[in-house]
């Protein structure tokens, strides 16, 4: 008689219990020792049921790994990996908790009275879940227009263990119909609503508010525009609602308030036409319905009408000193306020240059306080014929301009070199080339060079001392060869243009010499 010893059937070592968010694929590996001699058969059970074909997302790969496409909350359950031979099986199981939003609760009624409304609602939760839930929340909808505008009222109700139903009590405004609904939350997310309750409606009532953001101004000479931020219609409480508008002169203590009323709830503004120019008006905006104004009196905005055209221009509009060739100092006679019509809000010198071009010059403006008499202006252009003018000016208009004065400036120095560029020639060579500047601002006489020897330390790439080298060229030179550097180190090079007035700001670059092996190879 022959006896065969077999190997036992036994499962791989996987973790038993997983837990993972819904939406997040879950892979369940199921892998036997077994022996050769036998075969084996591997079959996958949830909950000890054998797994079929109505979850599709649930599938089974060609080595027998369970996978579970966008879990979600009923997948949570016992996943048995089971190995079978003719002569023996082994099986695993693996506990897998999905979590997920809560279930919605349900059951939403309602008890309305006047100003308030008792929502209650109940809610039961998966009897096996991973996250459990944390809060709820009514929302609500007072819009019969809107039916799907809900809003959250801004207070939770905190869940306990051994509670099933909660109450939670959400004020009212009058003049409204009310659904509400509840969703429950938990740290994965909100819950599907539940579904709506019966409605609450409520009376009118007087408004509470008026609107805020109240401003009186002009947009023309002759007109006062009153604006405001609309009522919302939650805030309406009740039909018919419109704003009483309020005005009278603020300069004159005869002056009657006088009333318009604008029946659009939705309307931000009120133009009053044929109104004399930059007068000060007193305003009030408040709120009303059907049943009267509201309950809350209006602040009163002061504003004035619209501004008119300044008609007196700046005289014996003059240069004082010339400063600095980009830098001159002008004066002017001060205009009477009164002559501003609106608020005063300064005085603007506009001044361009000569560019021997055929299209309009670019102006540019400076501005100085209402009460200034003279001011510097700081960026005339250089080595050209300047013009500037003077004017008075209000928040909306110029005064017309004073007269217009000519003045030379004197050299200045160049805009920076333009193009700059430095390359190795050799261990101890490099080469050097550039452009003139955009902008001369004088008689350019030539460039001025330097370079240095960069040294490291800690604070960053420094000169080296005693390495830096200058070179002065005429004006017509764009280019230069640099001997007797250092091999394989690094230079930085700076240019400049000159003019009678003196060096322009500096372009740089850097660049370092070739090592001298690679130079002897060449």
């Not at 700046?314 to 000193?321: E, I």
């Not at 100092?329 to 010198?349: C, E, M, Q, R």
């Not at 008499?373 to 080595?383: A, E, I, M, N, R």
């Not at 209000?394 to 920076?416: H, K, L, T």
């Amino acid at each position: 008689m022959i006896y065969l010893l077999l190997y036992p059937t036994r499962l791989f070592q996987y973790p038993s219990n997983t837990t993972v968010t819904a939406g997040n694929s879950i892979q369940l590996p199921c892998k036997a020792y077994h022996d050769n001699l036998l075969k084996v058969k591997y079959t996958w059970l949830i909950d000890g049921i054998p797994l079929g074909n109505l979850q599709p997302h649930i599938k089974v790969d060609e080595n027998y790994t369970l996978i579970i496409e966008n879990p979600k909350a009923s997948d949570s359950a016992d996943y048995t990996c089971v190995a079978e031979t003719k002569l023996d099986k082994a099986e695993r199981v693996a506990t897998i908790l999905v979590k997920d939003v809560p279930l919605p609760p349900f059951f939403v009624g309602v008890t309305c009275s006047e100003r308030n409304a008792a929502v209650r609602f109940q809610h039961r939760d998966r009897p096996r879940t991973a996250a459990p839930v944390e809060s709820f929340w009514v929302q609500y909808n007072s819009n019969d227009a809107e039916p799907d505008a809900w809003h959250i009222y801004p207070v939770p109700v905190t869940t306990r263990a051994d509670k099933d139903w909660w109450t939670i009590t959400v004020p009212l405004h009058p003049w409204g119909n009310f659904s509400f609904r509840a969703v429950a939350r938990n740290e994965v997310g909100d819950s599907a609503p539940s579904l709506a309750s019966t409605q609450c409606t409520t009376a009118a009532a007087l408004p509470e508010l008026n609107p805020a953001n109240v401003v009186v101004r002009g947009t023309s000479p002759d007109n006062l525009v009153v604006s405001w931020d609309p009522v919302e219609r939650v805030d309406w409480n009740g039909p018919d609602f419109h704003y009483v508008v309020e005005m009278k002169r603020a300069d004159d203590d005869d002056s009657r308030w006088e009333t318009a009323i604008v029946t659009d709830p939705n309307e931000s503004q009120l133009v009053v036409p044929d109104q004399p120019t930059y007068e000060p008006y007193d305003v009030r905006v408040q709120s009303a319905n059907s049943l009267g104004k509201a309950t809350v009196s209006p602040a009163t905005v002061r504003g004035y009408s619209g501004e008119g055209y300044p008609d007196e221009a700046p005289k014996n509009f003059r240069l004082v000193n010339v400063v600095a060739p980009t830098v001159a100092t002008f004066a002017w006679d001060p205009v009477d306020p009164a002559s501003l019509h609106g608020n005063f809000k300064g005085y603007k010198i506009v001044h361009w240059h000569e560019t021997g071009k055929r299209s309009d010059p670019v102006k540019k403006e400076s501005l100085f306080d209402s009460s200034a008499s003279q001011g510097t202006v700081y960026d005339l252009k250089p080595f050209r014929v300047n013009y500037a003018e003077v004017y008075a000016a209000n928040d909306a208009y110029d005064s017309p301009p004073s007269q217009r004065i000519r003045f030379d400036m004197p050299e200045g120095v160049p805009s920076q070199v333009q193009s700059l560029s430095a390359f190795p020639l050799s261990h101890r060579e490099i080469g050097v080339i550039w452009k003139p500047p955009r902008e001369y601002n004088g008689h350019l006489i030539g460039y001025n060079l330097s370079y240095c020897l960069l040294s490291e330390s800690k604070s960053g790439a420094s000169f080296a001392d005693g390495s830096c080298m200058y070179r002065m060229y005429d004006v017509d030179v764009n280019h230069e060869r640099i001997h007797g550097l250092k091999a394989e180190s690094e230079y930085r090079v700076e240019m400049r243009g000159v003019t009678n007035a003196g060096l322009g700001d500096p372009s740089s670059v850097d660049v370092k010499t070739i090592p001298e092996d690679i130079n002897k190879g060449m």
